[in-house]
């Protein structure tokens, strides 16, 4: 294979884009293989590339958050998807939350107007000849992933599901209140649906009696824990999505200057409201069942169903067993991975995969050592993760998001809040350091932003995308 030999990279999601991206940023040739418009997976309904089938938030933007810390680190390094994000943008308090159809546009032009890339319509059946960066997500084809178990003689999966969304003239805004929690952002980014004790216990109770849809008998059910159907939490106990989801923490309800017992938040979908996320409400209840239970939320007896939520199976690598230090295969070297099929889990970490692939890939077609940003940085604790370096030895490989536990633990007894301080700076100093031997220049550090005031909410990995 010679250096200047075209790479083909499999999947135009978030990970593949982003790798199709850096890849041609660093100056190779790229063929980007992407099986939309020909077919679609269950979980697609748009031809654009990196496009967003869960929820529409990228989480947290706070710089002292894990996640805000990636979010700053993907900026500085020139991600086509932070980039594309920030300029499709919607008010959601101090999460990055996007317009998916002006987003996934944006991304699709910057990728189609390169003349580093050349894009392949359809279905890619059996590995390609060369360099090839599998970047298929989690629902990686059946014939794709027929043919990698020749390499990995495994596959691993767990259960995923996505929440619904509803058409935002249909929401009863005599019931509903905007605000954000503890008034962050332009503090009424968020519609809001209060409940009292009596409809949350019976909201719950008609929650775990629903019909669920049900895998196949030959499947078993993984549930990824950051991204638990609403119906399995109910389960768990009746005070669970009041702690979850559904907490009221933070959110007064201008009729009676108190916070409700339960509260279910709408996220806006896009700029013009015309649709909202029943944010943290993924589900596996069959679609005649989502609109009865969920009918029954205060303000929703009327509501006009844009997307119904659903569930889908996800595919992932024990990738600290199959993948050396370059994200490559053991078994056939030639083969890269990127993304949720390596084991990270959200819209953010994928993107950050597939820089990471990127630059390894360029590595070896370069002849030089592959060195991602220390482990004490975002992207490098989510490298840990995915090598195995962030667990104890012998602990099973599961998806995670990008959390303060994949990091090395910083020293000393510090409360909370002074902790997190201390990572976030730890970690922007390791990046400078690291920023230099980049293979591509890397922007310097903004001034810090002012946080919004007020205490900062509890936050549940259930409303992650």
Known sequence: MTSDAPITVIGAGLAGSECAYQLARLGHRVILCEQKPQKRSPAHSSNAFAELVCSNSMRSDNPESAIGMLHAE?????????NSADANRVPAGDA?????????????????SSGRITIVPGEVTAIPDGDVVFATGPLTSEALTTALATFTG???YFYDAIAPIVAGDSVDMSIAFRASRYDKGDGADYLNLPLTKDEYLRFVQELCAGQK????????????????????????????????PMKPVG???????????????????????TAWNLVGFQT??????????????????????VRMGQIHRNTFLDSPKL???????????????????????????STACGYLTALAVHARRTGTAFAPPPGTTALGALYRHVTGEAHPPGAPY????????????????????????????RSRADFDAWAPSAPHPVLPAPAPLPLPAGPSPLVTQATSA
């Open 154 to 156: 495994e596959k691993l």
């Open 251 to 273: 959110l007064t309800d201008p009729r009676t200057g108190r916070w409700p017992y339960a509260v279910v938040q709408l996220r806006m979908e896009d700029r013009a409201g």
């Open 213 to 244: 849809v049900t895998p196949h008998a030959f499947e078993e059910p993984k549930y990824f824990e950051g991204c638990l159907p609403v119906e399995v939490m109910a389960e768990r106990g009746e005070r669970v999505l009041s702690f979850g």
């Open 284 to 305: 596996r209840l069959t679609w005649p069942e989502q609109k009865r239970i969920f009918g029954m939320l205060p303000g929703l007896q009327n509501a006009e169903w």
């Open 96 to 112: 990055l939350a996007v317009e998916r159809e002006g987003f996934s546009a944006e991304v699709t032009r910057q990728l189609s």
């Open 74 to 82: 993907l900026r500085r390094v020139g991600s086509v998807i932070l």
């Open 323 to 349: 993948l050396e230090r370059d994200l490559s295969m053991k078994a056939e070297p030639r083969l890269f991975f990127a993304g949720q099929i390596t084991g990270v889990e959200g819209y953010v970490e």
């Open 398 to 425: 599961q998806p995670t998001n990008v959390v303060y536990a994949l990091f090395p633990p910083v020293e000393g007894r510090m409360k909370k809040p002074e902790k997190r301080q201390a990572y976030a700076a």
